[in-house]
C-alpha cells in the first residue's frame, strides 16, 4: 500500500509556479517528487540520462526540452524533490497564432528550444490553466477532488 501511495504521490503532487517568459516563450516551473532508485537512496534519479545525481545537480531533459535539479527538502526526514523546468503545456489551439517555424529551434538548449508562435495583429495565446494538487502527507491517501477556483 505504501508503494502505492509514494507511485500515486508521484502523479498528484505538483506545486506549479508563475510561468515566466524567457524571449518570447514562456517557461513554466514545478517541484514533484523525485525518482530515487534503492540502491541510490541518498540521489535523484534522471530516467533521460539514465543516471543518478547529486542533490543541488542539475540535467537537461533531452530529447524533451527542458532542465531539472535534485533538491533535498527541508521536510523533516527530508524527501528528495525534482525542480522541473520546461515549456509547459502548448497554447490552446487558435487559427490565427501559428508556430513560427524560423525562430523555433528543438535542438537548441533551454529555454531557446521552446516553440514561439506568430499571431496575426490582435489574437492573442492562450494557455490551459495548470491544476496544482496540495502535497499528500504520509499516512494520507491523495485527494481526487479537483483544486478550488
Known amino acids: 500500500m505504501k508503494f502505492l501511495l509514494v507511485f500515486v504521490s508521484v502523479f498528484v503532487f505538483a506545486l506549479c509556479e508563475d510561468a515566466k517568459d524567457e524571449g518570447s516563450a514562456k517557461t513554466y516551473q514545478r517541484l514533484i517528487p523525485a525518482d530515487v532508485l534503492r540502491d541510490f537512496p541518498g ?4 530516467s533521460t540520462r539514465c543516471a543518478t545525481v547529486e542533490p543541488g545537480k542539475s540535467w537537461d531533459l533531452t530529447p524533451f526540452c ?3 535539479t535534485c533538491v533535498l527538502s527541508e521536510d523533516k526526514p527530508p524527501r528528495l524533490l525534482e525542480l522541473v523546468k520546461d515549456c509547459g503545456p502548448l497554447p490552446l489551439a487558435n487559427p490565427k497564432c501559428k508556430l513560427d517555424e524560423e525562430k523555433t529551434n528543438k535542438t537548441a538548449p533551454f ?4 516553440p514561439t508562435f506568430k499571431c496575426e495583429d490582435g489574437a492573442k495565446l492562450e494557455y490551459p490553466e495548470i491544476p496544482t494538487v496540495a502535497p499528500v502527507k504520509e499516512g494520507e491517501a491523495p485527494s481526487t477532488e479537483a483544486p478550488k477556483a
Not at 111 to 114: D, M
Open 66 to 68: 527542458g532542465t531539472s
Open 43 to 46: 540521489m535523484c534519479f534522471a
Open 111 to 114: 529555454p531557446y528550444c521552446c
